[in-house]
C-alpha cells in the first residue's frame, strides 16, 4: 500500500472507533516500517503515547507523519492513569490487564494456526470462560484474548490485574503443549515454525484491533470462537474487513474460577519475574535449541541455594520438614523481592489489603499470625504454612521452584543432606540471627554452592 492510501484506511469511521476504543487507557506504540530497522514511537514529548478519543487516531498519524507510521500496538494492561512514565512503574497503577495469547506461524499455514487457537479456546472453555472470549489476526498469526473485564472487581482487589493474566495465560499453556507440539511437528523446519508464548509483561505491547500489520496489507480483524471455522485471510484484507465488534462482549466474573486456580499453580507475574521463571513458549523449538548450546557449567541459581539453606536452617532449629520447605521458599522469594525493589513495590497495596478487612468485618483489630524465628519474623497462612501476602508457599510449591531446579544439576537429596550437614557447623545463635545467617551461612557460599556439596559429601564418607 503507498502511504496515502495507509492513511485513507485509518480515516474510516470503522477502523478510528475501534481502535481508539481499544487503546482507551492502554500504553500506545506506532510503528514506522523501514527497510533498515523497525522504528517504534512510545511517547508524545515525555509523555506516554496514548489514545482516547476517536479523533486521536489521526492525531497521532500527524504528530509523527515525517516517518510514515504505519501499525498501532497497545498494551495488554490497562492503567488508571497515563500522564508520565514513572505511572509506567507502577504496578499498582494497572487498573486492567488482557490475558493475550501470540500464536506465530507462517501466513501460508494458517489454517494450523487456527488449530493451535482452538485448543486454547477450548481449555478456556473448560475453565468456564466462553462469552469474553475473542480472537484478532494479528498479520502471521493469532492472537486469542480474553476481555480484561471477565474478572470481577471483589478478585481485582485481592490481586493485581497483570499477576490474574500473566498466571491464567501461562496455565493455559501448560495444559495445552503437548498438543501445540503435535501439531507444530510439520513446521519444525521452517523459518518461522508454530509457536505460542506467554508475552504478558509490564511493557509489552500487541498489535491493536483493525490495525494495518507492519508489511503485510492485512489488518487486524477480530472474530469470536464460534467462527473459527468460517475464517479465511479474506476476512483481514483492508478492503473487505469482516471484523466482529463482539470483541466487547464479556460476562464479569467469568473468569475468576480458572484464576484462581491458575494463580494457586502459577503464583502471578510478580512472583514468577523473583522466581525466575522463564515466560512458556510451546510449539516447535527456536532454532538455537534445534542446533543445540555447548556445554554449560553447572551452577545453582542464588534463589535455589537461599531457598535451599533456609530450609535446612529451619529444620535444624525446628525438626519440621514441611514447614522447613515452606520457610525456605518463603524467606527466597521475600530476599529476591527486596533486592529488586528495595521493598518499595506493592507497599501500597500491601496495606489497602490490610485495611481492607478492617472495614469490611467491622471490627477494631485483625490479627495476623506469625512465627519468629530468632529475630526474622515470617507470617503465617491458617493452614500453618508461611505466606507473603494473599500468597501461601507450601511444601509442594518448594518441590517445584527449589528442588525441581537443582535436581537437573544435583541430585536434590544430596544437595539437601550437604546443606543440613553444613548448616547444622554454625552455632545456634547465629541461625537464630538474620544478618547473621545471611552474612555467614548464606553470603559466603550462595555462588559456590556445589563446591560445598562436595566437600560435604567427601567428609560424610570420612566420617562413614
Not at 272 to 294: I, L, Q, T, W
Not at 443 to 450: A, G, H, M, N, S
Amino acid at each position: 500500500m503507498e502511504y496515502e492510501q495507509v492513511l485513507g484506511y485509518y480515516s474510516r469511521s470503522l477502523v478510528k472507533r475501534e481502535i481508539s476504543e481499544y487503546c482507551r487507557g492502554r500504553w500506545v506504540a506506532l510503528e514506522s516500517p523501514a527497510e533498515e530497522r523497525r522504528t517504534f514511537f512510545r511517547y508524545a514529548g515525555r509523555k506516554p503515547l496514548k489514545i482516547e478519543e476517536i479523533d486521536d487516531v489521526e492525531a497521532v498519524l500527524r504528530r509523527f507523519r515525517l516517518f510514515k507510521p504505519r501499525t498501532f500496538y497497545a498494551t495488554a494492561n490497562v492503567y488508571n492513569k497515563l500522564d508520565s512514565k514513572e505511572d509506567l512503574e507502577d504496578p499498582n497503577n494497572i487498573a486492567l490487564s488482557t490475558p493475550i495469547w501470540d500464536i506465530d506461524n507462517e501466513l501460508e499455514r494458517w489454517k494450523q494456526t487456527l488449530e493451535a487457537a482452538r485448543l486454547i479456546v477450548d481449555e478456556l472453555e473448560r475453565g468456564g470462560v466462553v462469552r469474553s472470549v475473542y480472537l484478532k489476526w494479528s498479520g502471521r498469526g493469532c492472537h486469542v484474548h480474553v476481555h480484561e473485564k471477565a474478572f470481577s472487581p471483589e478478585l481485582l482487589e485481592k490481586h493485581n490485574p497483570l499477576d490474574l493474566s500473566y498466571s491464567i495465560v501461562e496455565y493455559v499453556l501448560r495444559r495445552v503443549g503437548d498438543r501445540v507440539k503435535e501439531i507444530a511437528k510439520s513446521s519444525k523446519e521452517a523459518e518461522r515454525p508454530l509457536a505460542i508464548e506467554n508475552e504478558m509483561d509490564l511493557k509489552r505491547v500487541f498489535t491493536v484491533p483493525l490495525s494495518l500489520h507492519r508489511t503485510l496489507n492485512l489488518a487486524a480483524v477480530c472474530f469470536k470462537p464460534d467462527e473459527i471455522d468460517e475464517f479465511s485471510l479474506d476476512w483481514a484484507e483492508p478492503l473487505e474487513l469482516r471484523h466482529n465488534e463482539g470483541w466487547r462482549e464479556h460476562e464479569v466474573g467469568e473468569a475468576d474460577d480458572l484464576a484462581k486456580r491458575a494463580l494457586g499453580e502459577i503464583g502471578g507475574y510478580f512472583r514468577a519475574r523473583v522466581v525466575g521463571m522463564v515466560r512458556g513458549r510451546v510449539g516447535a523449538p527456536k532454532k538455537e535449541e534445534k542446533r543445540g548450546a555447548g556445554k554449560r557449567v553447572k551452577k545453582l541459581g542464588r534463589f535455589q541455594v537461599m531457598g535451599l539453606l533456609q530450609a535446612a536452617r529451619y529444620y535444624v532449629l525446628r525438626g519440621d520438614l514441611k514447614k522447613a520447605k515452606s520457610f525456605g521458599l518463603n524467606r527466597a522469594i521475600f530476599y529476591a523481592w527486596a533486592k529488586r525493589t528495595g521493598g518499595r513495590v506493592g507497599r501500597r497495596a500491601a496495606r489497602a489489603r490490610a485495611a481492607r478487612p478492617l472495614v469490611e468485618a467491622g471490627v477494631k483489630e485483625v490479627r495476623r499470625l506469625e512465627e519468629h524465628v530468632g529475630d526474622e519474623v515470617a507470617y503465617l497462612s491458617e493452614d500453618g504454612f508461611f505466606s507473603i501476602g494473599d500468597q501461601v508457599q507450601r511444601p509442594e510449591d518448594y518441590d517445584r521452584q527449589i528442588a525441581g531446579k537443582i535436581d537437573p544439576v544435583i541430585p536434590y537429596e544430596q544437595a539437601w543432606e550437604a546443606a543440613l550437614r553444613y548448616v547444622s557447623k554454625f552455632p545456634r545463635e547465629v541461625l537464630l540471627d538474620q544478618r547473621g545467617f545471611f552474612e555467614k551461612v548464606y553470603k559466603p557460599v550462595r555462588d559456590k554452592f556445589l563446591e560445598v556439596i562436595e566437600k560435604e559429601q567427601k567428609q560424610a564418607r570420612l566420617d562413614i
